[in-house]
T-cell receptor, first 111, second 113 residues
Framework: EDKVVQSPLSLVVHEGDTVTLNCSYE??????LLWYKQEKKAPTFLFMLTSSGIEKKSGRLSSILDKKELFSILNITATQTGDSAIYLCAVEAQNTDKLIFGTGTRLQVFP | NAGVMQNPRHLVRRRGQEARLRCSPM?????VYWYRQLPEEGLKFMVY????????ESGMPKERFSAEFPKEGPSILRIQQVVRGDSAAYFC???????????FGPGTRLTVT
């Protein structure tokens, strides 16, 4: 059965810290891996990764995929209180268009 | 360009009533997906539709749940004879093509009393 596992489940840090969120997956016919940020509303799209070893970057956020080891990481540098959210990882298989989500990592950033 | 729109944002129904949730995809997007998020759980896929077609409904409960995406108008997720266990946040997402990122709406929080 296809599955996505995220770790840690929750993380508490102070502003300015750097955090690394992990996502491992098992899926038949992998197509892509996506990261979303969810506050008290809609999950907001962050990154879509399809190729191994190519880092995607947006401001203080970056992500990379390892298709051999079946995992991805999301890095956030110089964290701010506005980064507090649940970060969701999802994978998509070639033969279907549905996203399979992990349960998320809850990040809390304190001043 | 407006994002994915869902209404209502909050819906309260008594057990046995019907719930209708609406989703208007982003302009130019013809692929719609419905997901359910139960309290303290991750998002679970329910159904994938294109205009007038259900492509994948493997995540839909077999009874009481149905979805449509008519030629004109929003996609609708219908839950008949709601039960307390249907209380959840229902999210709609859309994409322009297969293999593109999905953009999510703000969700409808259904509470069954």
């Amino acid at each position: 059965e296809d599955k996505v596992v995220q770790s840690p489940l929750s993380l508490v840090v102070h502003e300015g810290d750097t955090v690394t969120l992990n996502c491992s997956y098992e899926v038949t016919n992998f197509r892509s891996l996506l990261w979303y940020k969810q506050e008290k509303k809609a999950p907001t799209f962050l990154f879509m990764l399809t190729s191994s070893g190519i880092e995607k970057k947006s401001g203080r956020l970056s992500s990379i995929l390892d298709k051999k080891e079946l995992f991805s990481i999301l890095n956030i540098t110089a964290t701010q209180t506005g980064d507090s959210a649940i970060y969701l990882c999802a994978v998509e298989a070639q033969n279907t268009d549905k996203l399979i989500f992990g349960t998320g990592t809850r990040l809390q950033v304190f001043p | 360009n407006a994002g994915v729109m869902q209404n209502p944002r909050h819906l309260v129904r008594r057990r046995g009533q019907e719930a209708r949730l609406r989703c208007s995809p982003m302009k130019g997007h013809s692929h719609v997906y419905w997901y359910r998020q139960l309290p303290e759980e991750g998002l679970k896929f329910m159904v994938y539709l294109q205009k007038e077609n259900i492509i994948d409904e493997s995540g839909m409960p077999k009874e009481r749940f149905s979805a449509e995406f008519p030629k004109e108008g929003p996609s609708i997720l219908r839950i008949q004879q709601v039960v307390r266990g249907d209380s959840a946040a229902y999210f709609c997402a859309s994409s322009p093509q297969v293999g593109y990122e999905q953009y999510f709406g703000p969700g409808t929080r259904l509470t069954v009393t």
